[in-house]
Each structure stands twice: as C-alpha cells, then as structure tokens.
C-alpha cells in the first residue's frame, strides 16, 4: 500500500488561494440566500460575510444580520435547514 503525504503548507496555500476565498463567497451567498428564503419570521434577516483566510486555510460565515433571524434560527435551525 503507497503512503500518501500531504505538503501542508501549499496545501494551506490552495486553501488560502483566490479562486478558492471566491468559492467560499460564492457558497456563503447562496446559503444565506436560502436561509432568506425559508425562515419563519418576516423580519428575520441572514447575511454572509466574506471568507478570510486563516491559520488553517479560509473560511467564510453566514451568520444571522438581526435578533430576529437569531431567535428564528434558535427555534426553527434555519440556518441548517439551509446547508444544502
């Protein structure tokens, strides 16, 4: 069987990459979006911020933009719900 290793720091760089960071902005939206679009509570707004890079690779966050959305989340896991 052939041992397969990882080069970690370009592999991080990858992840760091700009078409990846695009990529993660690109998913962040669409999952904000549906989470917009399937919540309970009218005046409950979700948002994505955009991807960073971190120690680890990127990340980006869809997080709820008001307390409305974060108790519709809280009692209906919109943003689960979301996760497609």
């Known amino acids: 069987m ?8 370009g592999f991080r760089e990858v992840r760091r990459s700009a078409g990846v960071m695009a990529e993660l902005n690109k998913q962040a939206q ?3 979006s549906r ?10 707004e979700y948002e994505a911020d955009e991807s960073i890079p971190t ?3 990127s990340v980006a966050r869809v997080k709820a933009a008001n307390s409305t959305a974060a108790v519709d989340n809280a009692l209906f896991g919109t943003l689960n719900k979301a996760i497609t």
């Open 30 to 32: 669409a999952m904000a």
């Open 2 to 9: 052939t041992k397969v290793t990882l080069f970690n720091e």
């Open 35 to 44: 989470a917009n679009s399937i919540k309970t509570k009218a005046k409950a």
């Open 55 to 57: 120690e680890h690779g």
